[in-house]
């Protein structure tokens, strides 16, 4: 990011961007003398040129995001260079791989580790598929698995578990071919609900594991995690936005009418008295004076229920399909603006047999409260990783092998403390001096 007035780039700010189907998002940040960051800059703007997060019209993505990044630069003072970009579209997907090289029995040092790290990175997809994240799980020597820490150790062979996320080539491509018409370079991509989880999970939810589903306009990404370190990605591509058009579609009134009468009446579960709650639904091609139609409440639910058990039914299927339905990982946290639905989480409970919390992002200083829902959870985990980042020297992910309390970057908020309280920021820098002092 530049100041204005000289144009200069200021390294104590980084911006991101959060692209879906229904809103794009950008917020501004800067890391303040203590540590943590304060949002200094947010804009957003309703979506164009998108569908299921993917890019179908570079022209009205190119200019939705023109808008909301230069919101975030006149209420910053300051103009973007680079961003980091959330990303759900291009069937993300996971695999978990494993590397290791000789140590002939003798104690292993910085160097081997490096050279390890090394060849774990130099790990390519296929062609028709782009990196977006190399994620270590933990090291071995020898037979001995999930070593945070080899230094010191002797062993025949250090090796290194990785989970390497990807995404098909053609939406990645298409998503920097239109932030790139903006004049914004990309800093980095990071899956969606890897995001929303940073800005959601606490410290034990990662540890002991549990999946993050983020329900946004286009559509519904899922993250899995055990022993601290992201296992799993994928999404399924329906979100709240169809829920807008079923009822556009069933009370045949106008979309713009649908969203209005979804976000205020809205509901996934039926409730006593909704049989007498009338509804003023306005009609599709009716003069705006006209009377609208009366409908019942329970017709507006009747409606969305099936689309949500529609959606969690391809969100077991997913994890089914993985092996993860029957994992560890028995507790789920809904975030993204779908999950504010009523009765949403009641049903996700129900049809994936687990227990069920609505996850709100950390509050970030600065942030005005219109900005803090789980609309923007992806947004608030992408200034998480970026400020993490930043302060590691770059080394973000490799952050993961440090211990729970330490994996991720804590922030002072303007709630009351979580019960897993923030970590000092010297325990990351510290985290990130090491690596950046012996690699």
């Known amino acids: 990011m530049s100041d204005k007035k000289n144009g200069k780039p200021r390294r104590d700010m980084v911006a991101v961007l959060d692209l879906g189907t229904s809103k794009t998002a950008c917020f501004l940040a800067k890391l303040e003398d203590d540590g943590w960051p304060t949002v200094i800059g947010v804009g957003h703007q309703p979506s164009k040129g998108l569908r299921s997060g993917a890019v179908v019209d570079i ?4 200019a939705a995001v023109a808008a909301a990044v230069h919101a975030a630069e006149r209420m910053a ?31 292993i040092g910085p160097a081997d580790i490096r050279k390890v790290l090394d060849l774990g990175k130099d790990r390519r997809p296929p062609a028709d598929r782009e990196l977006l994240h190399t994620l270590p799980m933990g090291f071995r020597v ?31 491509r298409s998503l920097s071919t239109c932030i790139a018409g903006g004049h914004l370079d990309v800093e980095a991509f990071v899956v969606t609900p890897y995001a929303s989880a940073l800005a959601c999970l606490v410290d034990d939810e990662m540890t002991l594991g549990t999946i993050v589903i983020d329900m946004g306009g286009g559509t519904t990404d899922i993250a899995a995690f055990q022993n601290g370190a992201l296992v799993f990605a994928d999404s399924v591509p329906i979100g709240g936005s169809h829920a807008t058009q079923d009822i556009a579609h069933g009370l045949s009134t106008p979309i713009a009418a649908a969203e209005r009468i979804k976000i205020q009446y809205g509901g996934a579960v039926a409730q006593p008295g909704d049989d007498r709650a009338v509804l003023d639904v306005p009609q599709i091609g009716a003069p705006e004076e006209g009377p609208p139609n009366h409908m019942p409440k329970s017709l507006l639910v009747g409606i969305i229920k099936p689309r949500i058990e529609e959606t969690f039914e391809l969100v077991r299927a997913k994890l089914e399909k993985s092996g993860l339905a029957k994992s560890a990982a028995r507790r789920v946290v809904l975030t993204g603006g779908a999950s504010q639905l009523a009765g949403a989480d009641q049903i996700a409970g129900s049809v994936l047999d687990r227990q069920v919390r609505l996850g709100r992002p950390r509050r970030l200083r600065g942030l005005a409260e219109s900005a803090t829902g789980p609309a923007f959870a ?19 992910e490799l952050a993961a092998l440090a211990p729970p309390k330490t994996a991720r970057l804590r922030f002072k908020t303007e709630r009351k403390p979580q019960p897993e309280g923030p970590a000092r920021p010297g325990m990351i820098r510290r985290l990130g001096t090491w690596f950046h002092d012996h690699f």
């Open 59 to 62: 022209e009205g993505a190119r």
């Open 77 to 107: 003072g300051g103009m973007v260079k680079k961003v980091f970009v959330g990303i759900g579209c291009g069937r993300p997907a996971t695999e978990q791989v494993s590397v290791s090289i000789d140590t002939g029995g003798r104690e």
């Open 142 to 172: 020898d037979d001995q698995r999930g070593i945070r820490d080899p230094r010191g150790l002797y062993g025949k062979t250090l090796g290194l578990d990785l989970n390497i996320v990807t995404a098909e080539a053609g939406p990645v």
């Open 378 to 396: 992806v947004a608030t985990g992408l200034v998480l990783y970026a400020i993490e980042r930043h302060d590691s020297g770059g080394l973000a």
